[in-house]
Every structure is written in structure tokens, then in C-alpha cells.
Nanobody, 128 residues
């Protein structure tokens, strides 16, 4: 089955940290941008940030700036989302996806409709 295999989610207290991993199964990252998305209960899916094909550029939405870091290891076909200073409102199912494109520049974010492979999602719960 062609999908990302995700891991690293769980329960964490406010202010804590988690690192999510997303490994491609059956395909390669292929120099494409990779996006991280999340969906909270009762809310629409939103993009958290993205990383360029060579890993040199990352863009983050305001919800993630200064707290989240996206990285990738193309040799391992794996993308990471490190999350620090987690807040209750970060509670959501987090997914990664491969974009149809690569990007250059600070204003690009992938659109879900342009992503071909997705992870199954991993639950992140921030609660005291």
C-alpha cells in the first residue's frame, strides 16, 4: 500500500514536546515538497507547514511559527515534525502528505488537493 507511515503521536502536557515521523512506504519523497496538516475535532483540516524537496526551505503557518520545526531525511524517505511548547489547542490528528510540486519562496503552502500520498494520521493530545 502506497502511503506514509506515521508515528510519534501521543498524550503530552501543555508546554511539552513531541516529534512526529512520517516515512514513505512503497514510493520515494521524489524531491517534492512535503506538507504537514492537522485536523482538530469539529474543524476543517489546516496546513501547519511545509518543507521543500531539498530540505533547505520551510514555511510555517502562524499557529506553528517559533514552536514547530519540519525537517526531512531524503535518504531515509522520512519527514519529521518537531513540536515544542505544545498547547491544548494543538490537539488534533496530524498527517503528512507529498505535494505534486516543489517550491521556492516564503509564501508557498501545499493544497490538499495537490497531494498524492498521505499518512494515516497520528493523534496528538495536549492535556493536563
Amino acid at each position: 500500500q502506497l502511503q506514509f507511515v506515521e508515528s510519534g503521536g501521543g498524550l503530552v502536557q501543555p508546554g511539552g514536546s513531541l516529534t512526529l515521523s512520517c516515512t514513505a512506504s512503497g514510493f520515494t519523497l521524489g524531491g517534492r515538497a512535503i506538507g504537514w496538516f492537522r485536523q482538530a475535532p469539529g474543524k476543517v483540516r489546516e496546513v501547519v507547514g511545509c518543507i521543500s524537496g531539498n530540505g533547505e526551505e520551510t514555511n510555517y503557518k502562524g499557529i506553528a511559527k517559533g514552536r514547530f520545526t519540519i525537517s526531512r531525511d531524503n535518504a531515509k524517505n522520512t519527514v519529521y515534525l518537531q513540536m515544542n511548547d505544545l498547547k491544548v489547542e494543538d490537539t488534533a490528528i496530524y498527517s503528512c502528505a507529498r505535494d505534486a510540486f516543489d517550491f521556492h519562496g516564503p509564501h508557498y503552502f501545499p493544497h490538499p488537493a495537490d497531494c498524492d500520498y498521505w499518512g494515516q494520521g497520528t493523534q496528538v493530545t495536549v492535556s493536563s
